[in-house]
């Protein structure tokens, strides 16, 4: 019997502010499924964070620390993935110049985020070779440790489509090297704030990982519903509720079943709805609490975690670079 080749799987996370729980129930929750069976490099991505915030630097360095806490805190196992900050491996910057060199730039103008993003982050000048460039170091980040898998929501097709074509465009001036990244689309629930726009800093309106647990209660207490619904006798639409977003991610099929029906007919007030709600998060969150507490406490065992992380990425990155020049004629 042939084995299954096992699948290489790069993904990372900017360290621009702290996680919340769309980050949890998404992307971290999907991370630890994926550290079980596949070969995975779960990385910082500090110069990623340096194409928006290249001027709030001194605020990087607390997000990173929190952000690997949460990690850890979540299940992330340095035994089971490779864990690293990015600019500690710094084979990505060059593999990026490499390929910086092949690459037009109508490919990078084309990436739909890069309109979008200028536009959405008014009072941050954006029009930086670092910011436009930026998915072509997401090509370096994955095509160094070749791997064969990217975990990516939706928005973030059209940069995978984007590696392909470059590694393609490499392995065809200078032979195969890189295979070609295919996306792992994940379905990452996307989350009302507690006002019911965005969740996003910006809008001071997250529940946060590190939140204690009665910070998070106070907050999901006061979080916005369904507007339409003024009365208690008022019937109620979940599909519109902030509140029934998050039951979602962690009450029982059985109970949203029933809290759906029991919504629409009004058999259920807001205030009881949000204290089982209050009652589900909890108690999903009540192991990455304590192993949160845990971890916090040992800052030296989490930058162990990191130094080792880096110092295995980069034999494999290194391996990988000298590939390239080797290639190119370097
Ligand atoms: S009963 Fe629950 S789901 Fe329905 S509107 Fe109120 S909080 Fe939302």
Redesign the pocket.
């Known amino acids: 019997m042939v084995a299954k080749k096992q699948e290489i799987i790069v993904s990372g996370m900017r360290p621009t502010g702290r996680l919340h729980l769309g980050h949890f129930f998404g992307v971290l929750k999907n991370w630890e499924r994926l550290q079980k069976e596949s070969r995975c490099y779960f990385f910082v991505a500090d110069w990623h964070a340096l194409t928006t915030e290249y001027a709030n630097i001194k605020e990087i360095q607390g997000w990173l620390a929190e952000m690997v806490i949460d990690w850890l805190a979540a299940g992330i196992n340095p035994e089971k993935a490779v864990l690293f900050v990015q600019s500690r491996v710094p084979e990505h910057a060059e593999l990026h110049l490499l390929f910086s060199m092949i690459t037009p730039l109508g490919w990078l103008e084309r990436v739909p985020s890069y309109k979008e993003l200028q536009q959405e982050l008014t009072g941050k000048d954006l029009s930086t070779y670092g910011f436009l460039g930026y998915p072509l170091l997401q090509t370096a980040d994955v095509a160094i440790y070749k791997a064969t898998k990217v975990p990516v929501g939706q928005d973030q097709v059209a940069h995978i489509e984007l590696s392909r074509e470059v590694v393609r465009r490499f392995n065809f001036l200078y032979g195969e090297l890189f295979p070609e990244p295919q996306s792992l689309l994940t379905q990452t629930p996307k989350l009302p704030g507690t006002d019911g726009r965005k969740m996003s800093k910006s809008y001071d309106n997250c529940v946060y990982l590190s939140d204690s647990e009665p910070e998070a209660t106070k907050k999901l207490m006061n979080c916005i519903?369904?507007p339409a619904?003024i009365r208690r006798q008022d019937p109620?639409n979940?599909d519109v509720?902030t509140?029934?977003s998050y039951h979602k991610l962690s009450t029982h099929p059985d109970a949203l079943k029933q809290?759906d029906a029991d919504?629409r007919t009004a058999g259920?007030?807001?205030v009881d709805?949000?204290k089982i709600l209050v009652k589900s998060m909890n108690e999903s969150l009540a192991l990455f609490r304590e192993r949160r507490g845990d971890i916090a406490k040992k800052p030296k065992k989490v930058q162990e975690i990191l130094d080792d992380g880096a110092s295995s990425a980069r034999g494999v990155a290194r391996k990988t670079l000298e590939e390239a020049n080797e290639a190119m004629g370097l």
């Open positions: 519903t369904d619904r109620g979940p509720c509140i029934f809290i919504c259920i007030g807001c709805c949000k």
